[in-house]
């Protein structure tokens, strides 16, 4: 199948891309993340991504522009609920894309780390395969977590030590 993958970044990459491939998918990337603050942030990410697709051989999208005025304004003051807004978001656009372009279906590499919300990722994006004609492909890509944090270190990728936002950064960081 032609496979859209949506790619938060370039490490969370390494283990859905082998398995996809070792399907026998085809698969073009997409990196679409408005929730990556700062700036420099969303762009050391995206330089990584970048990197690793070149040495991969793997199609890439960008999504266009840096929208995160428009994340801002969705979770200012539902701090609590703003994983479920940015999957939405970041799953939208995918699924658009995907439709776009007539590919067969859709994944995410939010399904690799153990430190997203996996349930609501696979509802948000089986509502919105449904909205937009475009199959959601599950996979529990959390299987291969250790071997993606090998091949990463290995290849000395930058490594974030935050989900993305401003509150994740946050939470990461700052102990009261």
């Known amino acids: 199948m032609n496979i859209l993958l949506h790619i938060c970044c370039g490490p969370c990459t390494i283990y859905p ?3 996809l491939r070792s399907a026998g998918h085809d698969i073009l990337g ?8 700062p700036y420099a942030e969303y762009q050391r990410r995206l330089d990584t991504l970048k990197t690793y697709a070149r040495e991969e051989s793997l199609e890439l999208l960008i999504g266009k522009g840096y929208p995160v005025e428009r994340y801002f304004r969705a979770v200012s003051y539902k701090e609590e609920d703003r994983c479920r807004h940015c999957y939405m978001e970041r799953l939208r656009y995918a699924f658009s894309e995907a439709q ?3 590919l067969e279906a859709l994944t995410t590499t939010l399904l690799y780390s153990r430190y997203q919300k996996h349930d609501q990722i696979v509802a948000i994006a089986e509502s919105l395969s449904t909205e937009y004609g475009v ?3 599950y996979h529990d890509f959390r299987e291969g977590w250790q071997e993606g ?3 990463s270190k290995e290849r000395a990728m930058y490594r974030q030590g935050y989900c993305g936002c401003i509150y994740s950064e946050r939470e990461r960081f ?3």
């Open 17 to 19: 891309l082998k398995v």
């Open 30 to 37: 997409l990196f679409y993340n408005p929730n990556i603050h």
């Open 100 to 102: 776009k372009r007539g």
């Open 135 to 137: 199959p959601f492909l």
């Open 149 to 151: 944090i090998r091949l």
């Open 174 to 176: 700052y102990r009261d």
